[in-house]
């Protein structure tokens, strides 16, 4: 279905939002292909140093508010405290998911985007692994 690769994100065109398509074969690698993909919609680029790092640990209702739950989270960091990821280290056990993001603080950043939205959002499988398309709203 993806030319290329097993994971991956490209953008989708979109009337007002923003909207982006990811793969990946498991869950964890989609929702670490969501945020890189979601940086890259806003040309967030990164100060080389200091690298900081947080944990992000979030309970599971179902695959698809996980994955919002945690863009959202990421966004919230990146307002509340400059900070963008650009390494995700992700565990997943069926309850929980547990992520260590490592990063720095955004130097600059083309536009902002308010929030990962639900609109039209489902994870589904593929003989690949895992696909959604995610709205931005910004």
Request: proline share 3%.
């Amino acid at each position: 279905m993806h030319p290329i690769s097993t994971l991956g994100f490209r953008e989708i065109a979109h009337t007002a939002d923003w909207e982006l398509e990811v793969w990946a074969p498991d869950l964890c690698r989609l929702i670490e292909q969501a945020a890189l993909g979601m940086y890259h919609l806003t040309g967030a680029m990164l100060s080389s140093e200091p690298r900081c790092s947080r944990l992000i640990s979030l309970q599971n209702i179902d695959p698809e508010t996980l994955l919002i739950d945690f863009l959202n989270e990421l966004l919230y960091l990146a307002e509340s405290e400059g900070l963008a990821f650009d390494h995700f280290d992700l565990q997943f056990d069926g309850a929980l998911l547990k992520a260590q993001v490592i990063g720095a603080t955004i130097e600059s950043m083309g536009k902002e985007i308010k929030a990962a939205t639900y609109h039209n959002l489902r994870i589904i499988e593929t003989d690949q692994g895992l696909s959604a398309n995610i709205v931005f709203d910004v």
